[in-house]
């Protein structure tokens, strides 16, 4: 099975080793990860002004190639998708956005939000399977992990889709495929700050000593995470309470790659 991938920035600098182990165990479950050519910068932050096009255009390109190159787009940092998956629905339902970028970008056929973004957890799911991921393990876990959410993925809820906001299952279901245990804490889908680190280190530092705290008191060992943002923050901001790492790490782990 192929599929379009859209990798984004950071997993090219800051987040290597996302892109890595999602590349090589998505090889071990016959997923080959096609990348899309010519891809430019998501925006990094979804612009919430209607008039603002520009910045919503690299998302719109890289859409219409995955249209044109199997209708499906798969993404794996949590900003990534949240920008690119709002920018579609807007392709989708909003005359005058898509007008304006369609007029920019000037596609031979129009593009109106027909591309399915996936996340790489979705895509796991979905297209692979959980029961097949358990018969691919070679190495269950055999420990207990926390999910950590955080904003990008579930919200806005209408929009994203992704899993129940106040109470989403996804990771856990995918902790119980690898041969772990999930662990459920308070605030595993609360922000943790991260965009406020450059104007005030003091509210992701006490956010996410709280998000460790909740997760380390319900038995945690460590906690994954699908976003570098978050990660990053959580690593600096009370890394030494419990290890974090990208879900994709434990998932590598477990089925030897």
Known sequence: MKICYYPGCTLKTKAKELDETARRCAAALGVEMEEIENWQCCGAVYPMGTDEIATKLSAVRALEY????????????????????????DMRSNEDISFRAN??????????????????????????G?????KAVVKPLNRKVAAYYGCL??????????DNPENPTIIEDFIKAVGGT??????????CGAYVSLKN????????????????????EEIITACPLCLYNLQVNGGELLPVKYFTELLAEALGV
Request: with cysteine.
């Open 66 to 89: 995955a249209k044109r190159n199997g209708g499906k787009l798969l993404t794996l940092c949590s900003a990534c998708h949240n920008v690119i998956k709002r920018t579609n629905e």
């Open 103 to 128: 007029n920019y970008c000037k596609f031979e056929e129009a593009y109106k939000g027909e591309t399915e973004v996936l996340h790489y957890l979705e895509m796991l799911k979905t297209l692979v």
């Open 130 to 134: 959980f029961d097949n991921i358990k």
């Open 153 to 162: 993925l579930l919200r806005p809820s209408g929009v994203m889709a992704f």
């Open 182 to 191: 999930p662990v459920v804490y308070p605030f595993r889908n609360e922000c």
């Open 201 to 220: 280190s003091e509210l992701p530092k006490a956010k996410s000593e709280k998000i460790l705290k909740s997760a380390k008191e319900k038995g945690a």
